[in-house]
């Protein structure tokens, strides 16, 4: 039987650490914080009713379940340290695009499928945005083929 190929996740240095940050606030100060909670509720008594307890115990179960997940994500992970240059896009790159249309621009980051944030537009590798303009220098344009139709960008900045 073939061997199962193992699935890396890939990781920027600071989402990896933000990440080991987060397993290890799990593992104290909230496990305590939750089984505190806990405690509370059971002095109450009665824990059939009790919707303080049950609410712990979600909570505690919650905690659980994502360190687990974090564990496994920081098992096999891969960081790919910083970026080598600013001359082209690439994994970890803060890129600068102009809607060649709209003339607006939006900074991005392209990082590992574990990092993705919309709100902080961190996008990415796979994204078809990141996928277009990855290889790419600064003054270039790159098409990028939406739902909408497509959207031309020039890459104005690339930075680390």
Do not use: C, H, W
Not at 43 to 53: I, P
Request: charged share 40%.
């Amino acid at each position: 039987m073939a061997e199962e190929a193992k699935k890396v996740n890939v990781f920027t240095r600071e989402g990896f650490e933000k990440l080991q940050e987060e397993l290890s606030e799990r593992k104290t100060t909230k496990k305590a914080e939750i089984s505190a909670r806990i405690e509370e509720a059971r002095a109450q008594g009665d824990l059939s009713e009790n919707s303080e307890y049950d609410d712990a115990r979600e909570a505690q179960r919650k905690n659980a379940e994502r360190i687990a997940e974090i564990e496994e994500l920081l098992k096999n992970a891969e960081v790919v340290d910083e970026v080598e240059t600013t001359t082209k896009v690439q994994f970890g790159s803060k890129v600068t695009l102009r809607d060649e249309e709209s003339k607006e621009e939006e900074v991005y980051t392209i990082v590992g499928q574990n990092e993705v944030d919309f709100f902080a537009n961190r996008i990415s590798e796979d994204s078809p945005v990141a996928v277009a303009i990855i290889g790419k220098k600064k003054g270039q344009t790159a098409e990028v083929t939406t739902p909408a139709g497509v959207i031309k960008y020039k890459i104005v900045k690339i930075g680390k």
